[in-house]
């Protein structure tokens, strides 16, 4: 991890870092499940999987959605990766499809992941019952798993994506052409739900688009030695922690280890419901403040000036691109993103020093599960 030793970081980075202190994941017992059969000793996973080559994750839950839906999304990432497989056969490949489950729901996990890895498939699948909540608990066990194999890379994604042809191949070859270094993202687009808090969030986004993109965890290929040692429990987003561990704030172009191919395309739909979307806001804001509190000076003002708050003149550089009026709305959505910023990193400060650090933020959207695949599957049955 890149996060800076004190001298490293700003009085106020030290005092904000001291308001937020994640309890750490309890242990937790691990299922296995390969082609339809539950495997109990995770230490004899690796057997008849190849080593070396591309990590494929795809994190969901049970009560995420329902089996045909969580069938359609692995369905659909199997597709898209027969590309991968036809443009490089010689490259192995492994998927880890991780199945978190809570209270009372550890059959219905594993009934999940018997239907789920029990259909033949070119590329081997790996499924993981835990108990629990939170996505990078997955991705940290992912990574515990397959350690042995020896990943040159990880391919992450979500199961409410959806792949245009050729997305994953493109993804792939880039990253081999990068020398399997940085991480490399899909162009994602968000597609707005009927519902007033998706069409603000919609037409907010469309004016903060930061000058260089960041690969985004729905879609995204980064090198195994960037997230070797795991995604610390303090960081509340694994793209936030690939974006901060690559960013060379000393470099012409900062974000020089990160890319987002514009061939490489896929979609999602928005979180439609408002209190959903305040949780993911505000989880959101808490990874900028924690990211920023732990990471060296440089790299967070780096961050701030030249990402987060892009426009926001004085504090960065205005932003005129599309004409005035689209650059005096960019400053205002910023300023008001900064107050909202700067509130949360007054609370955690105080919570510091008062010595009661918050210790969990909720992200908050169950039950608001759609994907395009989904929806393009139930269109073509239904004709409409």
Not at 4 to 9: I, N, P
Not at 26 to 46: C, I, K, M
Request: aromatic content about 6%; glycine content about 12%; charged content about 20%.
């Amino acid at each position: 991890m890149r996060g800076g030793t004190d001298g490293e970081r700003m009085w106020w980075q030290r005092a904000v870092a001291r308001g937020f202190d994640p309890l750490p994941p309890p242990a937790a017992p691990v299922t296995l499940v390969r082609s339809g059969e539950v495997r109990g000793d995770p230490a004899d996973q690796e057997t008849g999987l190849p080593s070396g080559g591309l990590g494929v994750l795809l994190p969901t839950y049970v009560a995420r959605c329902g089996p045909t839906a969580h069938e359609t999304a692995l369905r659909h990432l199997l597709d898209a990766l027969a590309d991968v497989r036809a443009a490089r056969p010689g490259l192995p490949l492994t998927l880890w499809l991780g199945m978190q489950y809570g209270p009372g729901e550890r059959a219905e996990a594993l009934d999940r992941l018997r239907g789920l890895t029990r259909a033949a498939s070119s590329v081997p699948v790996v499924g993981f019952a835990l108990p629990g909540r939170g996505k990078l608990r997955t991705v940290n066990t992912a990574l515990r798993l397959s350690r042995p194999l020896g990943h040159v890379g990880w391919l992450w994604t979500d199961d409410d994506v959806e792949f245009a042809p050729g997305c994953l191949a493109r993804l792939v070859d880039r990253f081999h052409e990068r020398g399997r270094t940085g991480a490399v993202g899909a162009h994602l687009v968000a597609l707005p739900r009927p519902s007033a808090a998706s069409r603000m969030m919609a037409r907010v986004s469309g004016v903060t688009v930061p000058p260089g993109a960041c690969p985004a965890a729905a879609c995204m290929l980064v090198a195994a030695d960037v997230i070797a040692d795991g995604i610390p429990a303090r960081r509340l987003a694994d793209d936030g922690h690939v974006l901060f561990e690559l960013l060379d704030p000393h470099a012409a172009d900062p974000l020089h280890d990160l890319e987002v191919l514009p061939d490489a395309q896929g979609s999602f739909y928005r979180v439609g419901r408002a209190h959903d979307t305040l949780n993911r806001l505000r989880r959101s804001l808490y990874s900028h403040v924690t990211c920023t509190a732990d990471y060296p000076w440089p790299t967070a003002r780096t961050y701030l000036s030249g990402t987060l708050f892009h426009g926001l003149w004085p504090l960065a550089a205005w932003d005129g691109s599309g004409g005035p009026v689209r650059g005096l709305k960019r400053w205002t959505v910023k300023a008001v993103h900064l107050t909202w910023f700067c509130a949360v990193a007054a609370g955690l400060a105080a919570r510091g020093a008062a010595g009661r650090p918050l210790r969990h933020v909720s992200w908050g959207d169950d039950g608001d599960f759609r994907s395009p695949a989904a929806e393009g599957r139930r269109t073509a049955r239904t004709g409409r």
